[in-house]
């Protein structure tokens, strides 16, 4: 039997998985819980790429089950960062004006 790789993600990543040439639905953290049970009553699934932060909002139910089977496999990907990481010299900037003026500033 031939196994698929599905994804359940928000729309961003699942759109980047789809643009792969993955199936991958977009939904809200949710509705993941729906589509991820659908996804284990599905015999063809072999691996399940969720985005990591939906995996919190799932049933702890669903969580324990989803650790405890060997199969469908559950990928967690992580979600898109939209900002660059500060480099070393603009994070000590912020964190001085942050102590000088009392709250966060952006510098983008």
């Not at 789809?18 to 953290?29: C, E, F, I, S, Y």
């Not at 000590?92 to 003026?101: H, V």
């Amino acid at each position: 039997m031939k196994y698929a790789v599905r994804g359940v993600a928000g729309h961003p990543l699942a759109l980047g998985l789809r643009l792969a040439g993955l199936p991958a639905v977009a939904v809200d953290a949710a509705a993941a819980a729906r589509e991820v049970t659908a996804l284990l009553r599905t015999p063809d699934t072999g691996v399940i790429l969720l985005q990591a932060d939906y995996f919190d909002a799932l049933p702890e139910e669903l969580r324990s089950l989803l650790r405890r089977r060997s199969a469908p496999v559950l990928l967690l990907v992580p979600p898109p960062v939209w900002e660059a990481p500060l480099g070393e010299a603009e994070a000590y900037i912020l964190d001085l004006l942050q102590r000088a003026i009392g709250y966060r500033v952006r510098l983008r």
